[in-house]
C-alpha cells in the first residue's frame, strides 16, 4: 500500500540535475525565475530524520547552489526554506531574491507588494543557463 | 560607521539560550507558539559565507531543535526557513506547525485560512518549558 506523494511521483519541476540522494529542479514559480527545489530522492518527512552524513551532503549542496546564486544571479538576497507542509517529503527552496520582484521583502508565499516587472523578469531569466550550467560542473550526477 | 541591524542591536525574541556562536530566541509570534529563530551571533548575510565548521554547527544546532520540538511537541510538520529578506543577518526560523494552526498547510508568512484556536495555543504553550529544558541540556552555552 503506498501513499501518494507529488515528490515521489513526479520531479516536482523541471529537472536540471539528478543525483543518486537527489535532484535539483526548476520550480518555474510564476513572477520568481530565480527559484530552485533541491528534493531528496527517498521519501523523507523531516530534515533531522536524514542520516548526519546525509544532512552535510544536502546542506553542503544547497551551499553551491547558494553560492552559483549569487555569483551568477545576483540576488538582493537568497531564501532557503524547508516547509513541506503541503507535501511532507524533504525539498528544499533555494531563492533568489530581488527589491524589484513582486513580493520582496515578503515572502514568496506572502500577498505581493508590486506588480511583476516582465523586462527585469526576462533578464533574469536569459542568465539561469549560465548558472545551471555551473552546477552540472560543481555536483555529482547519476550514471 | 555601522549600519543599523535589528538583529545586531536586539536579540529577535526572549533569549532561551546563548551559545559562543547563536542564540536561540522564542520568535513570540502570535498565533505561533512553536515559533523559535537561532540566531547568528556575528553579522553574516547568507548562510554559504559561513565557515564549513561553522555551517556544520548551525545545521547540528538546527537539528537538535528540531528534533527536541518533534519529541516534547509534536507537531503535524517542522518549517525550516532562512529568508532574511526583510533583516539580512543570518538567522533561521525553526516552527512547529499543526493541522489545526490558522495558517496550516500555507506559510506562517501567508494568508490565514481560519481562525486560531485559542484552547489549543494555551495548550501548547504550556508545553514550551520541556522543549526548552532540553534545548538547554543538550546545547552548549556561553560561559
Known amino acids: 500500500m503506498s501513499i501518494a ?10 529537472v536540471v540535475l539528478q543525483a543518486p540522494h537527489w535532484r535539483i529542479v526548476h520550480a518555474q514559480e510564476a ?14 518527512r523531516e530534515f533531522s530524520q536524514l542520516a548526519p552524513a546525509d544532512r552535510a551532503e544536502c546542506m553542503e549542496t544547497l551551499v553551491v547552489m547558494e553560492q ?7 540576488p ?7 516547509l ?34 516582465p523586462a527585469r523578469l526576462q533578464a533574469l531569466e536569459a542568465r539561469l543557463p549560465a548558472f545551471e550550467q555551473e552546477l552540472l560542473g560543481a555536483l555529482p550526477q547519476r550514471p
Open 31 to 44: 513572477g520568481f525565475p530565480a527559484f530552485y527545489r533541491l528534493v531528496w530522492q527517498q521519501h523523507v
Open 76 to 82: 538582493e538576497k537568497v531564501n532557503l526554506a524547508a
Open 5 to 14: 506523494c507529488a515528490l515521489c511521483d513526479a520531479p516536482g519541476g523541471r
Open 84 to 117: 513541506g507542509n503541503a507535501v511532507p517529503h524533504l525539498h528544499w527552496h533555494v531563492i533568489g531574491r530581488y527589491t524589484w520582484d513582486s513580493h520582496f521583502p515578503g515572502a514568496v508565499w506572502a500577498q505581493p507588494q508590486r506588480s511583476e516587472d
Open 68 to 74: 552559483a546564486m549569487l555569483r551568477h544571479l545576483q
